[in-house]
């Protein structure tokens, strides 16, 4: 069946550092999404990917989805200690599968 | 004030005794959901309903039960037969049940079974 991985599982960085998180695919995706749990909180939606090779930005956020639409990357800018939580990939071949997430802790 | 509610925020159960878990939403959205989430596992689909009236089994429906009688609201009940029902439980809905309809989460229970 259709199996999202993300990589790492966890990551722990100095403030100002960036973070990158990658996802991966066992099928094509029609589309794939984002989402941010802070701690304690539940998952908010952040941006949608569609388009093979499509690169979004938001702020200090870029996604990237890639060209065969098995993959995609959220990239972090200079952490800030408000960008903590858990970050969810979740693709959408013939259902929305959400991958283990990755938790970022970031020191100050 | 829009969105979607979860009740009660925190649950204990003892063994043996089913619980139901509120889910109630007034974004009009068709499609209902619940996740459960477990410690490095990410969400992993309970059951969802596509519409009023009608719900599959996602992939972890064992020793749980739902009903959509109304658009607003999806309950789940965890019955005595799921063997580890500790968890944090995530209810979502999104406008329709397709390729680019985002979820929207509500603030979860946490269930703890003594």
């Known amino acids: 069946g259709q199996q999202v991985m993300q990589i790492p599982q966890y990551q722990h960085v100095q403030e100002g550092e960036d973070f990158t998180t990658y996802c991966n695919s066992s099928t094509t995706l029609s589309n794939i999404q984002w989402y941010k749990q802070r701690p304690g909180g539940h998952p908010v939606f952040l941006i949608q990917?569609?388009?093979?090779?499509e690169v979004k930005k938001q702020k200090r956020l870029t996604f990237q989805f890639g060209e065969a639409k098995k993959n995609s990357s959220l990239h972090i800018t200079a952490t800030q200690t408000t960008d903590v939580g858990t970050y969810f990939c979740a693709g959408y071949g013939n259902k929305l599968v959400f991958g283990a997430g990755t938790i970022l802790r970031v020191k100050s | 004030d829009g969105g979607i509610t979860q009740s009660p925020k925190y649950l204990f159960r003892k063994e043996g005794q089913n619980v139901t878990l509120s889910c109630e939403q007034n974004?009009?959205?068709?499609?209902m959901y619940w996740y459960r989430q477990d410690p490095g596992q990410g969400l992993r689909l309970i059951y969802y309903?596509?519409?009023?009236?009608?719900?599959q089994k996602g992939d972890i429906a064992e020793g749980y039960s739902v009903s959509r009688e109304k658009k607003e609201s999806f309950p789940l009940t965890v019955t005595s037969a799921q063997k580890n029902p500790t968890a944090f439980y995530l209810c979502?809905?999104?406008?329709?049940?397709?390729?680019?309809?985002?979820?929207?989460f509500g603030p979860g229970t946490r269930l703890t079974v003594l």
């Open positions: 309903s596509q519409i009023v009236n009608d719900f």
């Open positions: 979502a809905s999104s406008i329709g049940y397709g390729t680019e309809d985002t979820q929207y």
């Open positions: 990917l569609v388009k093979s090779g």
């Open positions: 974004l009009n959205h068709d499609a």
